[in-house]
């Protein structure tokens, strides 16, 4: 389980310094703080941050909305402009650069966490919303639960290539995908089972597939979907995961299994 990584772009030291602690109080990660474009280039590539945080002006004037170009250029992520400015002309050439919010200093506490939480949601949402590959007609399983309804896709919780946010509370918790042994459905929710840790979340089971890498997680119950990584053994009614789980292998989905075992993949 990792807290969203925060990339800080400020040259004042003493403001960068009192929003970092700022941000580790709402348990966010910070995972560096840059004064200016290029080492702000250096960590963006090293640390590869969740979100940006980008104070419009720098050691040169508007050499934050550099850094906002240099993102949009390299990196699927989100980023708020911090500013001490609220010009028309700041704000036109900052807004051409579709930022994910926009904060004029002194901000408060609140107005901070209410923006990256948003920016964060909006992000992940127009990635979902991006043309996905035609879905799969899905299987039919016919036993004694079969009045038992999905639920309907939620949105309070954000899935990405590699990555899960969790809301948690007031905070979204990011959960690397390939951490993640099994969902089961419960409900009107999916139990996320992490190796140290599971987590409700509102989303239905065939929408989670339909995000999920194929080669990795396999639905063999109406159910559950299993990371084959992370399977102990297979039989023909049940696998076994390394934590010892016992996961029931669903009549329709016995030729999951097969292929499973003929890829050699656990």
Same mark, same amino acid.
């Given at each position: 389980?990792?807290?969203?990584? %925060?990339? %800080?772009?400020?040259?004042?030291?003493?403001?960068?310094?009192?929003?970092?602690?700022?941000?580790?109080?709402? &348990?966010?990660?910070?995972?560096?703080?840059?004064?200016?474009?290029?080492?702000?280039?250096?960590?963006?590539?090293?640390?590869?941050?969740?979100i940006a945080l980008l104070d419009?002006?720098?050691?040169?004037?508007?050499?934050?909305?550099?850094?906002? !170009? =240099?993102i949009r250029q390299n990196f699927?992520?989100?980023?708020?402009?911090?500013?001490?400015?609220?010009?028309?002309?700041?704000?036109?050439?900052?807004? &051409?650069? #579709?930022?994910?919010? !926009?904060?004029?200093?002194?901000? #408060?506490?609140?107005?901070? !966490?209410?923006?990256?939480?948003?920016?964060?949601?909006? =992000?992940?949402? #127009?990635?979902?919303?991006?043309?996905?590959?035609?879905?799969?007609?899905?299987?039919?399983?016919?036993?004694?639960?079969?009045?038992?309804?999905?639920?309907?896709?939620?949105?309070?919780?954000?899935?990405?290539? &590699?990555?899960? =946010?969790?809301? @948690?509370?007031? =905070?979204?918790?990011?959960?690397?995908? @390939?951490?993640?042994?099994?969902? #089961?459905?419960?409900?009107?929710?999916?139990?996320?089972?992490?190796?140290?840790?599971?987590?409700?979340?509102?989303?239905?089971?065939?929408?989670?597939?339909?995000?999920?890498?194929?080669?990795?997680? !396999?639905? %063999?119950?109406?159910?559950?979907?299993?990371?084959?990584?992370?399977?102990?053994?297979?039989?023909? @009614?049940?696998?076994?995961?390394?934590?010892?789980?016992?996961?029931?292998?669903?009549?329709?989905?016995?030729?999951?299994?097969?292929?499973?075992?003929?890829?050699?993949?656990?």
């Amino acid at each position: 389980m990792q807290n969203v990584k %925060i990339l %800080i772009v400020e040259d004042e030291l003493i403001i960068a310094k009192d929003l970092k602690e700022t941000l580790l109080e709402m &348990n966010y990660e910070v995972v560096g703080i840059a004064s200016s474009l290029e080492e702000a280039k250096e960590k963006l590539l090293k640390y590869k941050p969740d979100i940006a945080l980008l104070d419009i002006f720098l050691t040169r004037q508007n050499e934050g909305i550099e850094v906002a !170009y =240099f993102i949009r250029q390299n990196f699927e992520m989100p980023f708020i402009f911090l500013t001490s400015y609220s010009d028309s002309r700041t704000l036109n050439e900052a807004k &051409n650069l #579709q930022p994910n919010a !926009y904060l004029v200093k002194p901000f #408060q506490v609140d107005s901070l !966490y209410t923006a990256i939480e948003i920016a964060i949601f909006n =992000f992940a949402q #127009q990635i979902k919303k991006a043309p996905q590959p035609p879905k799969e007609e899905q299987m039919v399983e016919i036993d004694d639960d079969d009045n038992q309804e999905e639920h309907e896709k939620g949105d309070t919780n954000l899935i990405l290539d &590699n990555m899960i =946010f969790v809301k @948690n509370g007031d =905070f979204f918790i990011k959960i690397p995908v @390939n951490d993640i042994m099994f969902f #089961q459905s419960e409900k009107n929710y999916v139990e996320l089972f992490a190796e140290k840790s599971k987590y409700l979340i509102r989303h239905s089971l065939s929408d989670l597939h339909n995000h999920l890498n194929n080669d990795v997680f !396999y639905r %063999i119950h109406k159910s559950y979907i299993v990371n084959i990584a992370f399977i102990k053994a297979i039989k023909s @009614n049940q696998i076994m995961m390394k934590n010892g789980n016992l996961i029931p292998v669903g009549r329709v989905y016995k030729n999951v299994v097969m292929e499973i075992l003929q890829k050699n993949r656990f």
